[in-house]
C-alpha cells in the first residue's frame, strides 16, 4: 500500500505550532515595506530553505529588482519555479554561483545594491578533521567575504547566525560565532549602514535537516535512524522568515534577534518528533524487523553524537546580556567586537590547509573552554 503524503506546510502546522508565533504586526509590515521601498537587494544562498521562504515573502513589497545567488543550481532552478507562481511586479534575477569567487564590491556597484541579506551557511559538515571541509567552512560561516569597503548605495545587510553559537562545541558553532564578530567590525567600520543578525532555533524539516531525513525515509519506505536522547527548539519556515523580516527592523540596528523562550514553549526530542511525524503519516513505527509490514516504518535508535553535537542545544546563555523588546515574542542582545578580530580574520585568509586547520582548532579549544563574560581568544599556534 502507498505512503499517504503529507505536505511539509501541513506538518509544521500540525507538529510544530498551528500559528505563526512571530507574525509581523501591521505597523511592522509597514516598517518593512517603507525601507525596501524600490530598492535593489541581493540575497545571497536565496534557494536554501530559509532563503526561499524569505525570497517568497520578500516579493509582496514594491521592490526594484532582486537579485537570488546560490551555488546550487538545481535549488536555484526550484527557487525559480516557486516565484514564478508568486504574482509580483519585482524583477528578478538569478546567478548561480559560490559568493566566496565573487567580487562583491565591483558587483554591488555595478547593480546599485541597496540591502544585502545572507542566508549561505555550511550547517551540516561531518567531517571536520577534513581540512578542505573546514577551510571552506570558515569561508562561508565566518562571512569574511561581507567585510569589505561598501559603496555608498547600501543602506542594510543582514545575515542569518545560530543557536550553536552559544557554548560552541564544534567549528560549526565556532565558525558561525566569528561571523557576529565580522557583523560587529563592519558595523564599527560602517555607522550609517544598518546591520543585524537572528539566532535560530532548528527550523523544522529544512533542507539537511533530521526531521527532513525522517520525513524522506518515510516516503522512500527506508529505515530511519535517530538519536535516543537529543532534544531542540523547534520554528517553522514561517516563523523563520518572519524573524528575519523583524532583525531588520530599525530597532534592532547593531543587534541580534533571538525568539523569546516563553513563545517557544518547550524542547521537542527528535524521538518524540519522528513518532509524530510517522502517525501523521497513518503508519506504525516499530523498533524490530520482525514487525515490519506495509503500514509501518522501522526505526532505529542510537546514543551516539556526531562531533561537537549536544544533547541540548539552548539558545540563550549566562555569557550574555539579553534585552526584552517591544515586541514580546523576540529578545535581543548587541553585537560585540572582538580584540584579535584581524588577526583572525587575516588567519582564515591563508592558503595554508595545516596552519589553517590548527588554527580553527585552537579558537575551537578556547571557545570550548570558555567560562567568563569576556571572550579572549590566543591566535597563537
Not at 505597523?27 to 530598492?39: P, Y
Not at 516499530?286 to 539558545?315: A, C, H, M, P, W
Amino acid at each position: 500500500m502507498p505512503v499517504e503524503l503529507q505536505s511539509i506546510d501541513k506538518l509544521e502546522k500540525q507538529i510544530i505550532s498551528e500559528n505563526n508565533r512571530y507574525q509581523l504586526s501591521n505597523i511592522q509590515k509597514n516598517a518593512i515595506k517603507k525601507k525596501f521601498f524600490r530598492s535593489n537587494i541581493l540575497i545571497i544562498g536565496a534557494a536554501g530553505s530559509i532563503g526561499e521562504k524569505f525570497s517568497k515573502d520578500i516579493q509582496k513589497f514594491n521592490i526594484k529588482k532582486i537579485y537570488f545567488l546560490d551555488k546550487n543550481e538545481n535549488e536555484l532552478t526550484e527557487l525559480n519555479r516557486v516565484l514564478n507562481l508568486v504574482r509580483s511586479r519585482v524583477k528578478k534575477e538569478y546567478i548561480c554561483y559560490d559568493i566566496l569567487n565573487l567580487n562583491l564590491k565591483k558587483f554591488i556597484l555595478k547593480n546599485k545594491i541597496n540591502h544585502i541579506i545572507n542566508f549561505s551557511a555550511l550547517k551540516h559538515v561531518r567531517s571536520e578533521e577534513n581540512h578542505y571541509s573546514t577551510e571552506y567552512m570558515f569561508a562561508v560561516n565566518s562571512i569574511s567575504f561581507l567585510n569589505i569597503k561598501y559603496p555608498k548605495s547600501v543602506k542594510s545587510i543582514f545575515s542569518i547566525s545560530s543557536d550553536k553559537v552559544n557554548k560552541p562545541t564544534s567549528l560549526l558553532g565556532v565558525s558561525k560565532k566569528l561571523m557576529e564578530y565580522t557583523l560587529s567590525e563592519i558595523k564599527n567600520n560602517n555607522k550609517n549602514i544598518f546591520v543585524s543578525s537572528v539566532r535560530f532555533t532548528n527550523v523544522s524539516f529544512s533542507k539537511g535537516s533530521i526531521l527532513k531525513n525522517v520525513y524522506d525515509k518515510i516516503i522512500s519506505k527506508q529505515t530511519i535512524g535517530i538519536p535516543k536522547k537529543v532534544s531542540r527548539y523547534f520554528i517553522t519556515h514561517n516563523e523563520a522568515s518572519s524573524l528575519c523580516m523583524k532583525s531588520m527592523l530599525i530597532e534592532f540596528n547593531g543587534k541580534i534577534v533571538l525568539p523569546s523562550k516563553k513563545k517557544l514553549s518547550k524542547y521537542f526530542s527528535i524521538k518524540y518528533l519522528t513518532l509524530k511525524i510517522v502517525k501523521a503519516f497513518k503508519l506504525k513505527a516499530v523498533y524490530s524487523k520482525n514487525k515490519l509490514n506495509s503500514r509501518s516504518v522501522l526505526i532505529k535508535l542510537t546514543n551516539q553524537l556526531s562531533f561537537g553535537q549536544k544533547v541540548i542545544e539552548d539558545i540563550e546563555t549566562e555569557n550574555e546580556i539579553y534585552f526584552n523588546s517591544s515586541d514580546k515574542s523576540i529578545i535581543f542582545t548587541n553585537l560585540k567586537t572582538l580584540k584579535n578580530y584581524k588577526k583572525i580574520d587575516n588567519e582564515l585568509k591563508t592558503n595554508n590547509e595545516i596552519d589553517f586547520y590548527k588554527f580553527s582548532k585552537k579558537i575551537y579549544l578556547n571557545f570550548k573552554s570558555l567560562n567568563k563574560n569576556k571572550i579572549k581568544i590566543s591566535t597563537k599556534i
